[in-house]
Each structure stands twice: as C-alpha cells, then as structure tokens.
C-alpha cells in the first residue's frame, strides 16, 4: 500500500509538539531532523508506533526520524505548509537551536551545513569518476573540449565549495542568503588568486589581506557566514526603518568586506591548516590506529546523526592533499562489518524461526 505523505507529516508534526514547538526542520539522507522549543511535548510513543517511521533518536537540539530514502517526500509537505521551518522566526528561537554543550552545539552546526551540500558532492565525484572511465578505456580525447566540461563539472562542486557552504550557513545562523552568497564569491574571486603573484598579502587602505583564494574550503565560509549574521542584528537596530531596504545592506557589505578578506578568512585557513597539519601527524605516528578510533566511533555517530560533522575534514583533505587515507577507510571499514553482521543475522534467521516452531 503507498504511503500517503501528507498525513504522515501530519501525524509526525502532531506527535513532535505541533508547529508551534519547531523551531527548525531539515533533513540528511534518510531522517527529518527537527530543532525543537521544547523536547517534553514530543510524544515518543506513539512516533515508535508508527511503522513508517524505522527509527527515532534524541539529540541536543531536538530529535531525528529515521524515514528512509523518501524522507524528502516528508519533509516538502510540511516546508509547503510552514516555510518558517526553513530559517529561525526570531532570535529567541536562534538562542534556543544552540542549546546543550558545546561538542553538540558544534557537531549539530557541522551536520546542518555540511549536510544539504554531500549529494552536490557525490554528483561530481561520480561525474569524476565517469570522467577517468571515458578517457582510459572509452578513447574520450584528454586534450579536447568535452574532458574540459565534464572536467568543469566534475570539480565544480568542490571549488565552489565555499559558496554552497556561504549558503547553507546563511539558513543556520538565520542570515541573508544573497549577501552570503556573495560573500562567499569572495573568496574564489579571480581577483584575489591573480594578486597572489603580488605577494601573499596585499593592502585594502593599509590592511592586510592574504590572497591565493579560498577554493575548496570549508572553515573560512563557515565563520565569515557566523559573523555576517551578527553583524546583519546590529545594523538593523541602527539603520533607520525608512531606509533600510538600501542601506542595511550596503552598510552590513562595507562591514564585512574589510572583515572577511583581513579576518575571517584567512583565519579559517590558518584553522584548517592547522587540523589537516594534525590530522597528518596522527596518520605519521600511527595510522593504523586513526583509522582503527574513528572506525569504532563512527557507528555512535551516525546514531545520533553527527557522522556529517566528519565529513567537512574529507572535504579538506581532499582540497589540501588530493586524497583521504583516513576518514572514508575508516567509514567503509565499518560499513562493510555491519554487511557482514546483517549477512550472518540473515543467515540464522530461518534456522531459528524453525527451530521456534518445532
């Protein structure tokens, strides 16, 4: 029997507090994920009964519902029916998103950016791949104008990866998207990677700015995005009302220009710098062992939904060094333990359901 989506939705929003207690809904691969007011109003039982629901976890912010590969087919009806689910009605409810520790508040804010930009992700990565099959054995020209473009698309994803993340995080911290988005323009300008043969730093009026571009990173969007969205709250309280549709935006990009080339920027460069320099030391001294802790740790994270908070350390070390001998091992390594789990559990199954009725 098909499912019927809206009702569904419907039986799901009732049973999580009704509207009026989310504060935010998105979702991954396979859950709707809600921000919630309150955790108390949410009728536990009744989301278990439900057998369209395959699983449901409490998080720090609010809670997860395992829906499966049609979770997209959840979450549109109750987008179309309550936009404000996509981005925060007020600062009260802003505040309220980042409750519990910080590890969680962290880990919640990864997997909320970095998740809507994965399935861009893989798209390129399989494009990339469909790339190097035509040119090896499908006798595609690596000289001519078709590997260019598909070369283009392939990559794309990731070179602009600071764009997607600009955006993603523009819907986290409840700011402008098309002033994030441009900000994030900013960072793989041709400009700043041609001024890159000037030096590693020029001047914008005597401040110094670093430049070589941002292509295929992740931190610098994330904390320019971060800072963006307080500075958008203090311009408002002092631009006046009625000039507010010019000026709050000329006055938040005169803001924020001086800051995202000299500040945040190049500190998130520095920032993940610095984790890849750490991230190569650990695999130097014992890489056998990352692998090994982060195998036995990604089973308790994707539990709980955070495995996508990972995920922005691949993407780095694919933009630093070209591959990942850490991460993705460590995720298919655990993967594969658990088809093997599934493959014995299937394989007892019918002994013991025979066993039960003799």
């Not at 709707?32 to 009728?43: C, H, I, M, W, Y």
């Not at 090994?292 to 694919?318: E, N, Q, R, S, Y």
């Amino acid at each position: 029997m098909a499912k019927d989506y809206n009702a569904l939705a419907c039986e799901i929003l009732k049973n999580v507090g009704g509207d009026g207690n989310v504060a935010k809904l998105f979702h991954c691969a396979t859950r709707l994920r809600f921000t919630l007011n309150d955790s108390k109003q949410v009728d536990f039982e009744q989301l278990k009964k439900n057998p369209h629901i395959l699983g449901v976890v409490e998080d720090a912010a609010g809670i997860q519902l395992v829906i499966g590969n049609d979770v997209t087919q959840v979450y549109q009806p109750l987008l179309d029916q309550y936009p404000h689910f996509a981005g925060h009605e007020n600062a009260k409810q802003q505040s309220e998103s980042y409750s519990g520790n910080p590890i969680s508040r962290l880990l919640n804010m990864l997997s909320a950016i970095v998740g809507p930009v994965i399935p861009l992700i893989m798209c390129s990565g399989l494009i990339s791949a469909l790339l190097v099959i035509l040119t090896r054995w499908g006798g595609l020209d690596a000289e001519g104008s078709t590997y260019a473009l598909l070369n283009m698309v392939g990559t794309g994803a990731l070179y602009f990866l600071p764009l997607l993340i600009a955006y993603t995080s523009s819907k986290r911290f409840g700011c402008d998207p098309m002033m994030s988005l441009f900000l994030g323009a900013l960072l793989v300008a041709p400009t700043l990677i041609d001024l890159a043969g000037k030096g590693e730093f020029v001047d914008l009026f005597g401040l110094p700015v670093k430049t070589g571009g941002y292509a295929s990173s992740l931190i610098p969007a994330i904390i320019t995005i971060w800072v963006l969205s307080h500075i958008e709250r203090l311009v408002a309280r002092i631009v006046p009302e009625a000039v507010r549709f010019v000026f709050r935006p000329l006055v938040s990009l005169m803001i924020m220009v001086p800051i995202t080339l000299c500040v945040t920027a190049p500190l998130g460069g520095y920032a993940g710098t610095l984790l890849m320099d750490a991230i190569a030391a650990i695999n130097a001294v014992a890489p056998w062992a990352s692998v090994l802790i982060v195998g036995c740790l990604t089973p308790a994270l994707v539990l709980t939904g955070m495995h996508l908070a990972i995920i922005p350390l691949v993407m780095m070390l694919f933009s630093t060094v070209d591959y990942d001998n850490m991460l993705f091992p460590a995720f298919i390594g655990m993967n594969f333990s658990q088809f093997g789990v599934a493959i014995l559990i299937s394989m007892s199954l019918p002994r013991q359901i025979v066993c039960t009725a003799t």
